[in-house]
């Protein structure tokens, strides 16, 4: 287990010092967002599960920004109230997505006891801001509600799709916590789609991957995609796709996955991934 010492981001130090014994910041996380889940669930009800009634229930305001705010959002102390601003222009399953991260951060305890240090180091602050996200996927998908309905089974692509929209949010958080939760070993990749050059018809490429702890391969951002893999019928369909078996050429060799394919709308191409490809190991 990491060492309070480990962490240098400031923010994460201090999270640190409630940490129960083996406790990783992300454990942190997860374990005070779910309580003030379960501390408002009576009251606060979905799925859908609304972000701004459970920032209402912790007393914090939500607006829309009235100006730029360089970002997709903000949370800020003003004359003994607190405000979550996020940036006008956003589709809705962002500005949600949005104002659970911003709720995120209150889960730090020094919040509001000092000014976010912009020139912290960018690791640092990159660490700082997926813990953020974890804490936002625990209230956009309550545990209780969302683990339920995730089953005993691989999700599949429409599944994911039907997640989604249940809980009103992105394709890519709802993936994401999908693979987060399953028992079985599951990586999400993000692939985008760049015209073939020359003669090649491979078109789709790896942007980045999200494993969960039982993935046992690591996937290269920039790996071309097999142009048979259902990956690219979803791209071409925009129709989620799935396939029982198919050949993965990973870092570590060829790979029989099971692989389910989902087409990202276009309001989500602010992420640039145009297909979130869910593999089974
Ligand atoms: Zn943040």
């Not at 454990?27 to 009576?42: F, G, L, N, T």
């Not at 936002?136 to 509600?145: G, N, S």
Request: with cysteine.
């Amino acid at each position: 287990m990491p060492s309070n010492e480990s962490h240098t981001h400031e923010s994460i130090r201090a999270l640190m010092t409630e940490a129960l014994d083996g406790e990783t910041p992300a454990d942190v996380i997860r374990r005070k967002a779910r309580a003030i889940v379960s501390k408002h669930r009576h009251l606060w009800t979905g799925p859908p599960f609304c972000p701004e009634a459970l920032a209402d229930l912790e007393g914090i305001r939500v607006e829309e920004a009235p100006c730029d705010i360089k970002g997709d959002g903000r949370i800020f102390p003003l004359d003994g109230k607190v405000f979550i601003q996020y940036a006008p222009g956003q589709c809705a399953e962002r500005v949600r997505f949005t104002i659970c991260h911003e709720l995120a951060h209150t889960l730090f305890p020094d919040c509001y006891k000092r000014e976010r240090n912009r020139s912290q180091a960018e690791k640092d602050h990159h660490e700082f801001e997926s813990l953020c996200h974890i804490g936002a996927a625990e209230f956009l998908f309550p545990i209780d509600t969302f683990g339920p309905d995730l089953g005993q089974e691989r999700v599949t692509a429409s599944r994911v799709q039907e997640l989604a929209s249940r809980y009103k949010a992105s394709i890519d958080a709802t993936a994401q916590r999908i693979v987060h939760l399953q028992d079985h070993p599951a990586c999400v990749v993000f692939a985008q789609y760049k015209p073939p050059e020359g003669k090649s018809v491979v078109s789709l490429s790896v942007l980045y991957a999200v494993p969960n702890r039982r993935f046992p391969h690591k996937i290269h951002p920039r790996m071309k995609i097999n142009s048979k893999s259902v990956a690219n019928r979803a791209f071409a369909t925009k129709q989620p796709a799935s396939a029982p078996l198919e050949h993965w050429f990973i870092v570590d060799g060829m790979k029989r996955v099971r692989t389910e394919a989902v087409p990202l709308p276009t309001f989500e191409s602010k992420q640039t991934a145009d297909v979130a490809i869910i593999l089974y190991a």
